[in-house]
């Protein structure tokens, strides 16, 4: 009776023993398909859409601005999306629809700030008693939430008939106010005598 008790106890402990080794294997197996999928995540981008149309709109539905690109690309590994030749115009009733144009945009934080590149070009078309204004800079930076657009390139304003030029730039879409940072050289043309 004794050898079927230690036989009993020698094939539990087998049994055990087989299913540990089971389990780290196991255990192995899945850690390594996680390092191949997560290289496959660095490897490029998750989505890529050609010909891009995109609304946005405020938490009460309506629309707060469309963005159109050639290309964009999104990597979820760390939530940025790329545009090629990005075309952005606000869509709130209350205010001027404002346009944004570049070569290239990027999006962060949850695509609320946009980093654009090569010939931004920022219009607002003329409304109440304020005249259509122009901004041109290298490049600029979009905060969404806060509808405000900086840069701390070269920028050139052309507001109406007058230009100004200088080195840096915030503009408020909340108040259309325009601050040039440094260097600025204003022209203001000459009212014609009548």
């Known amino acids: ?3 079927a008790e230690w036989g009993g106890h020698v094939i539990s402990i087998v049994f055990f023993a087989i299913l540990a080794v089971a389990s780290w294997g196991l255990s192995e197996v899945l850690q390594r398909g996680k390092i191949s ?6 490897s490029g981008p ?3 859409i050609d010909q ?3 609304v946005r709109s405020d938490a009460l539905g309506r629309p707060h601005y469309r963005i159109e690109a050639a290309r964009i690309t999104h990597s979820d590994r760390d939530d940025r999306s790329v545009f090629i030749q990005p075309f952005m115009v606000s869509l709130a009733p209350n205010k001027p629809a404002t ?4 070569n290239t945009a990027s999006a962060t934080r949850n695509q609320n700030q946009i980093d ?3 010939d931004v070009l920022i219009t607002r078309p ?3 008693d304020q005249p259509a204004a122009k901004i041109a800079t290298p490049r600029a930076t979009l905060l969404i939430k806060e509808e405000r657009a900086t840069t701390d390139a070269p920028v050139f304003v052309q507001r109406g008939g007058a230009t100004l030029q200088g080195v840096g730039m915030t503009f408020d879409q909340k108040t259309q106010r325009i601050d040039i940072t440094s260097e600025s050289r204003m022209v203001v043309p000459r009212e014609k005598n009548r």
């Open 1 to 3: 009776m004794r050898t």
């Open 37 to 42: 999928e997560n290289s496959g995540l660095a």
């Open 46 to 48: 998750n989505a890529v």
């Open 52 to 54: 891009a149309r995109i």
């Open 99 to 102: 346009s944004v144009r570049a």
């Open 116 to 118: 654009l590149s090569g």
């Open 126 to 128: 003329a409304f109440a």
